[in-house]
């Protein structure tokens, strides 16, 4: 057996939708998951989880069940696993929660300590602005 000893770093790269339309037509033609890693150049695990993953009963005209690899559910799982994962799932929530914490804040008791703290640290800015104009003395930066 030959081994291959490398130096070089792995790039782990995602399935696509045509690598897992490929995986559906190799398997449903009676290839292993070997062979299908092999014709893929993928691991054999990440062929064998793909397959488990991506795997559906379905029942056949005697109303007998089989599993069987889809494509298309394979993608709608990871889909929707990407979508629920921290940074994705806070693009797609983030904007309507500050939304609603807008209006629930401008709606509570602490407006007024809201508006306060705004003008504090607005001024504060406008001074910073004013002591760096003195000191790099930029001409028309006050105005």
Same mark, same amino acid.
């Given at each position: 057996?030959?081994?291959?000893?490398?130096?070089?770093?792995?790039?782990?790269?995602?399935?696509?939708?045509?690598?897992?339309?490929?995986?559906?037509? %190799?398997?449903?033609?009676?290839?292993?998951?070997?062979?299908? =890693?092999? /014709? $893929?150049? #993928? &691991?054999?695990? !990440?062929?064998?989880?793909?397959?488990?993953?991506?795997?559906?009963?379905?029942?056949?005209?005697?109303?007998?069940?089989?599993?069987?690899?889809?494509?298309?559910?394979?993608?709608?799982?990871?889909?929707?696993?990407?979508?629920?994962?921290?940074?994705?799932?806070? %693009?797609?929530?983030?904007?309507?929660?500050?939304?609603?914490? =807008?209006? /629930? $804040?401008? #709606? &509570?008791?602490? !407006?007024?300590?809201?508006?306060?703290?705004?003008?504090?640290?607005?001024?504060?800015?406008?001074?910073?602005?004013?002591?760096?104009?003195?000191?790099?003395?930029?001409?028309?930066?006050?105005?």
């Amino acid at each position: 057996m030959t081994h291959s000893q490398t130096n070089t770093h792995k790039h782990y790269q995602q399935l696509s939708f045509s690598d897992r339309a490929t995986i559906q037509a %190799l398997q449903a033609a009676g290839d292993t998951a070997t062979v299908i =890693a092999q /014709k $893929l150049h #993928r &691991s054999k695990a !990440t062929i064998s989880r793909e397959i488990t993953r991506g795997s559906v009963t379905q029942l056949d005209s005697k109303r007998h069940s089989h599993q069987v690899y889809l494509a298309e559910t394979a993608q709608a799982m990871h889909d929707r696993k990407r979508d629920r994962t921290g940074h994705y799932a806070f %693009l797609k929530t983030g904007r309507a929660f500050f939304k609603a914490l =807008a209006r /629930k $804040l401008t #709606r &509570s008791a602490y !407006t007024a300590l809201i508006a306060s703290y705004t003008s504090i640290a607005t001024r504060a800015r406008l001074a910073l602005q004013r002591q760096l104009c003195i000191a790099t003395s930029t001409p028309g930066c006050l105005s």
